[in-house]
């Protein structure tokens, strides 16, 4: 067994195909064919199951990639740390993001990027869920999330709310702010592509129930249905910078703060890329907190506002 054979087995895994391991390798097709079949001969276990759509896991195969996933990630870190130790930041950074947190971090890469040149930055964009996941398992070294979280190293990133969404035409529209109960009678539509554990959590607190009629990937979708009238929405402030003229985003009443950070379960063990990146975030943002870390104060809040029909600005 050798690296090479367990870095052919990662990348089937993430690519899903031997041609698109051997893109994400630099290697060629027939050298993570070869690869892959010494290992499994060497091992006498079939792992991976070569298909004409592409190539998956065998179970066996599931219950050895976490094993083969961390063995790597020493070896890389290995060389991350020597060569940071003489001078260069290298590496490969993985960093996650639900898709209103998205918006955050590519100006913070490219300062990085400025200043580490030899650091590829991996952006992967899920749920909230998701990016939790990815944290726990360091499946990306610092990942977005919604505060406050004590168990975590963080650095705060931004402050927005959760606005109701409804279109021009709704009796609502012209109001300075909404209860949730006064949209129980409308369609509503929420989005899976990131806050619906928040926005289940706020109409349980309100008493109102939980209904959606829809669930929409796309915030650009959702949006337009909101625009047809086919419902209303509640979604984060930071969501709505390309919304058009033809919905209204009022403040909810009571308000609905919400703190995105920066995070990784501790800042003790990230590799120099993960910790040059979470100072390039602190110096710009403010100092962390969490574990091995120096406390903070929390941002100001952003202003409360209310998005009227001709108005494109967002405070």
């Not at 041609?19 to 290697?27: M, N, R």
């Not at 400025?114 to 398992?137: C, F, H, M, Q």
């Not at 009678?185 to 989005?191: A, H, I």
Request: glycine share 6%.
């Amino acid at each position: 067994m050798n690296l090479a054979q367990l870095r052919a087995l990662r990348a089937v895994h993430e690519a899903g195909s031997v041609t698109g391991a051997a893109d994400l390798i630099g290697v060629t097709q027939s050298a993570v064919s070869h690869a892959l079949t010494a290992l499994e001969s060497e091992l006498g276990l079939r792992l991976v199951i070569r298909e004409r759509s592409g190539c998956r896991l065998t179970e066996v195969g599931r219950r050895l990639m976490p094993h083969a996933v961390e063995a790597l990630r020493h070896v890389d870190r290995f060389a991350e740390e020597a060569t940071a130790a003489a001078g260069l930041v290298t590496g490969r950074l993985h960093l996650g993001a639900f898709p209103s947190a998205c918006r955050l971090l590519p100006p913070l890469i490219r300062s990085f990027r400025k200043l580490y040149p030899a650091v590829e930055v991996v952006l992967l964009e899920g749920t909230d869920e998701e990016v939790n996941e990815w944290i726990s398992r360091r499946v990306v070294e610092l990942g977005v999330v919604t505060g406050p979280r004590p168990d975590l190293c963080m650095v705060p990133l931004a402050e927005d709310e959760l606005v109701a969404v409804l279109p021009v035409e709704h009796p609502l529209a012209t109001e300075p702010d909404v209860e949730l109960a006064e949209l129980a009678d409308d369609p509503f539509l929420v989005s899976s592509g990131g806050c619906e554990p928040m926005i289940r959590s706020l109409y349980h607190q309100a008493g109102v129930a939980f209904e959606p009629v829809h669930r929409i990937h796309e915030m650009s979708t959702l949006l337009a249905m909101v625009r047809e009238n086919l419902g209303v929405s509640v979604v984060p402030s930071l969501a709505l910078r390309d919304a058009d003229d033809g919905t209204v985003a009022l403040p909810l009443r009571p308000p609905a703060p919400r703190t995105l950070l920066l995070a990784t379960p501790s800042a003790a063990d990230l590799s120099p890329a993960g910790a040059a990146f979470l100072d390039v975030v602190e110096a710009t943002f403010g100092p962390r907190s969490g574990p091995q870390s120096r406390a903070h104060h929390p941002p100001e809040p952003r202003t409360r506002w209310a998005r009227r029909p001709g108005s494109r600005s967002i405070a």
